[in-house]
């Protein structure tokens, strides 16, 4: 059992000052004051006196088997560790394939899932990677997210990107209706995650499915839409016909593109738009490669995402762009969690997992995660790591 006293909590919304008590993985109170000594019950205290304390960070979209490739084998990205994840806050993690959907497998991908989660975080996965028709685990996309219980929905598809399988409309409205069916049967949340490139087309297919089809709009999740002021654009009109739009927070500042957005930015520019907060998710990209192309689509160089500028990102949106903490969390705690339907995730509350991120006010940095009611990370120092970390 744990017991945090007196955080200042956020849950994400402002709750003053509280204890929480975490017992079996789960908040079993949240009060102004809880005592349990003397029971003889083992209970470890942590001190939150003067920290914020908010959910667990969710990160939707990470490469965790790695990504990249395109500048050959050797420019491969890793695979992702714990401690990565723990440090920058996330307890929760969506992965994903991206352009490499042969030399890195569904099956491995499940397999790294399966590992992350026995070692401490939530773990959950899209089926298939940038192509189309999607090459999932069973015979469709339908069957994988019903059957396979980390399975939550689809993606990265590539759209409007030369490095796309170039679906068709009807291709994609396949996809995307076998995908909304599976959710709705499973109670997951059957979304398509979509890789939105730099091509001229932006999100005119998402568009015209949406115009021609009866698939609610919220069924998909761009991603990447401040790669460039004019998908921004489209990203925020996408987001006024009810849309959600994802910003994605890894970047290279040494080669921040003349029109990128970034998400920090983007939170405030979509917020001053007159979106609303709950329709706004940042993910990190994290363990992608961050490929740089020339106008002739050459590669000319390559980074990697790292899942450290989730919450980066979301400090920089309170410092910078002057957003309400509690409206900064949102994106990477209560609304990312809605609309991938993580009944258990995003909030805290009795009855919801023990997922706690302890972060100092003055400083906004990360002091304590807490897993499932474990303890990963304790004043900056790492107690948890990977089996081969």
């Given at each position: 059992m744990l017991l945090i006293k007196g955080g200042i909590v956020y849950s994400p919304e402002y709750l003053g000052k509280k204890d929480i008590l975490i017992a079996g993985g789960k908040i079993e109170a949240i009060a102004e004051e809880i005592t349990i000594e003397g029971r003889g019950l083992d209970v470890k205290i942590v001190d939150a006196e003067d920290y914020y304390v908010a959910p667990g960070f969710i990160d939707s979209h990470v490469h965790l088997l790695g990504g990249g490739g395109e500048g050959g084998y050797s420019t491969r990205t890793p695979e992702i560790q714990l401690s990565q994840l723990t440090s920058s806050g996330i307890t929760t993690v969506v992965g994903c394939l991206g352009t490499d959907g042969v030399t890195r497998s569904m099956a491995a991908l499940m397999a790294k899932a399966r590992g992350l989660e026995e070692e401490g975080i939530s773990t959950f996965c899209y089926t298939g990677s940038y192509e189309v028709p999607v090459k999932g685990l069973l015979s469709s996309v339908k069957e994988d997210i019903i059957i396979i219980d980390k399975i939550i929905g689809v993606g990265?598809?590539?759209?409007?990107?030369?490095?796309?399988?170039?679906?068709?409309?009807?291709?994609?409205?396949?996809?995307?209706?076998?995908?909304?069916?599976?959710?709705?049967?499973?109670?997951?949340?059957?979304?398509?995650?979509?890789?939105?490139?730099?091509?001229?087309?932006?999100?005119?297919?998402?568009?015209?499915?949406?115009?021609?089809?009866?698939?609610?709009?919220?069924?998909?999740?761009?991603?990447?839409?401040?790669?460039?002021?004019?998908?921004f654009k489209a990203g925020i009109d996408f987001a006024r016909q009810g849309?959600?739009?994802?910003?994605?927070?890894?970047?290279?500042?040494?080669?921040?593109?003349?029109?990128?957005?970034?998400?920090?930015?983007?939170?405030?520019?979509?917020?001053?738009?007159?979106?609303?907060?709950?329709?706004?998710?940042?993910?990190?990209?994290?363990?992608?490669?961050?490929?740089?192309?020339?106008e002739k689509k050459e590669l000319v160089g390559i980074g990697i995402g790292s899942t450290?500028?989730?919450?980066?990102?979301?400090?920089?949106?309170?410092?910078?762009?002057?957003?309400?903490?509690?409206?900064?969390?949102?994106?990477?705690?209560?609304?990312?969690?809605?609309?991938?339907?993580l009944k258990d995730k995003g909030r805290l509350a009795a009855g919801m997992d023990g997922d706690l991120v302890l972060i100092s006010p003055d400083r906004l940095e990360i002091d304590t995660v807490i897993a499932k009611g474990r303890i990963m990370l304790e004043g900056g120092s790492l107690l948890v790591r990977g089996t081969f970390e």
């Open positions: 990265e598809i590539a759209v409007a990107d030369h490095r796309s399988s170039q679906p068709t409309i009807d291709e994609l409205k396949r996809t995307i209706a076998d995908a909304r069916v599976g959710g709705i049967l499973s109670g997951k949340g059957g979304i398509v995650n979509i890789h939105v490139g730099d091509g001229e087309g932006r999100l005119k297919a998402l568009m015209e499915i949406v115009a021609t089809t009866e698939i609610p709009i919220t069924q998909l999740l761009p991603t990447h839409i401040n790669r460039s002021i004019d998908l849309g959600y739009v994802d910003l994605t927070t890894s970047y290279d500042p040494h080669n921040l593109k003349k029109d990128e957005v970034k998400a920090s930015k983007g939170l405030r520019l979509l917020l001053e738009a007159g979106i609303n907060i709950g329709q706004i998710s940042f993910s990190s990209d994290g363990q992608g490669s961050l490929p740089m192309f020339n450290k500028t989730l919450f980066t990102e979301v400090r920089d949106a309170i410092i910078d762009d002057d957003i309400a903490f509690g409206d900064a969390i949102r994106v990477i705690t209560e609304n990312p969690a809605r609309i991938l339907k």
